[in-house]
């Protein structure tokens, strides 16, 4: 029994020591990162399905490292969030999705993740404000998307900088929207211009409950003019269904994968959205 026992534990602690093992090769392979040959962005279209064109483009951090290969965006940015190389990491990011996104045509706009850490950090906000100061994109074209949680974890620092933000026209949207706590007394209070719905509810619309709550928020979204994108789209069923209970914006793989802006530009060209726009499966379509 003993033996087992400890058997048993030695099991758990193997799988422990393992995961600390790989976190600290994680986190030496980020220390030793140079960023700005190992990080790119890929970019993923933001689709209006009424009239099934691309409106935006969600730029999605990259990092392949020599040692450990692509590593996971969550993994590596939450890494880089305890370890406080996220100011680093944010910035060229921010400056690379900038520099490629020159190439779109000006009625597409960019959008890019934050993280709480840079809400929080007066000195990331200024430097981010000095990025499309610098850059050749007009603000208003720009939105930064924020998850709750980053946004709740210090509400006066995040009022502040989106206070900043704003005078400078840019846009704020709410990401993985109804996975946190969403209260509606912060959604007042700190007035986005967006919401995005977290991709879960997308795999959720069959449910009474699931279809119920989607319903709800689209019509939360267009009686407040809050502009709301569905995340994580991946059938023409879905898109039918979203399209029905009042959305108007949508991102997922049937619509395209996230794509470096090579790619990206080839995909527009080809116009690939021509068949969903002409499928008589879709709303949007003939
Ligand atoms: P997010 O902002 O909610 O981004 C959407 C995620 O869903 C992306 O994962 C995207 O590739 C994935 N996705 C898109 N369409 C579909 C679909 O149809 N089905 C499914 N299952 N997934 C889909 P990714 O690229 O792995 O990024 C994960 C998260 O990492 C992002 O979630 C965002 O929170 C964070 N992130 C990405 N880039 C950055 C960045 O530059 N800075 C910061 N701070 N965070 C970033
Ligand atoms: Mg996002
Ligand atoms: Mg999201
Ligand atoms: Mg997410």
């Known amino acids: 029994v003993k033996a087992e026992r400890r058997g048993g534990s030695g099991v758990f602690s193997l799988a422990h020591e393992t995961t600390i093992r790989s976190e600290r090769l994680l986190e030496n392979a980020l220390r030793e990162a140079d960023l700005e040959a190992e990080l790119d962005v890929q970019f993923q279209p933001i689709v209006n399905i009424d009239a099934m064109t691309v409106v935006g483009v969600e730029a999605l951090a990259r990092w392949t490292s020599p040692k450990l290969g692509r590593v996971p965006t969550d993994s590596f940015i939450a890494m880089a969030e305890r370890t406080g ?3 680093s990491i944010t910035l060229t990011l921010f400056r690379k999705a900038l520099e490629r996104a020159l190439c779109l045509p000006g009625h ?25 100061h610098h850059g050749a994109i007009a603000p208003d074209r720009i939105t930064f998307e924020l998850t709750e949680t980053a946004l709740l974890r210090d509400v006066d ?15 704020v949207a709410l990401d993985d929207f109804g996975t946190g706590y969403s209260s509606l007394s912060y959604l007042r209070r700190l007035a986005p211009d967006k919401i995005k719905i977290d991709k879960s509810f997308a795999a959720d619309l069959d449910s009474i409950s699931g279809r119920n709550i989607v319903t709800a ?13 569905f995340e994580g789209i991946e059938s023409y069923d879905q898109l039918a269904k979203i399209h029905a209970f009042g959305y108007h914006f949508a991102q997922g793989y049937l619509f395209a994968r996230p794509m470096l802006m090579p790619a990206f530009l080839t995909w527009l060209e080809r116009d690939a959205l021509r068949d969903l726009r002409l499928s008589a499966r879709v709303p949007g379509g003939a």
């Open 85 to 87: 190389l996220i100011h």
């Open 108 to 132: 597409i706009g960019l959008s890019f993740n934050l993280s709480a850490n840079d809400i929080t950090s007066p000195a990331t906000i200024k430097s981010l404000l000095q990025a499309i």
């Open 157 to 171: 620092a995040a009022e502040r900088a989106l206070r900043e933000l704003r005078r400078l026209r840019v846009k």
């Open 217 to 229: 928020i689209a019509g939360l979204c267009n009686n407040m003019g809050l502009e709301c994108v």
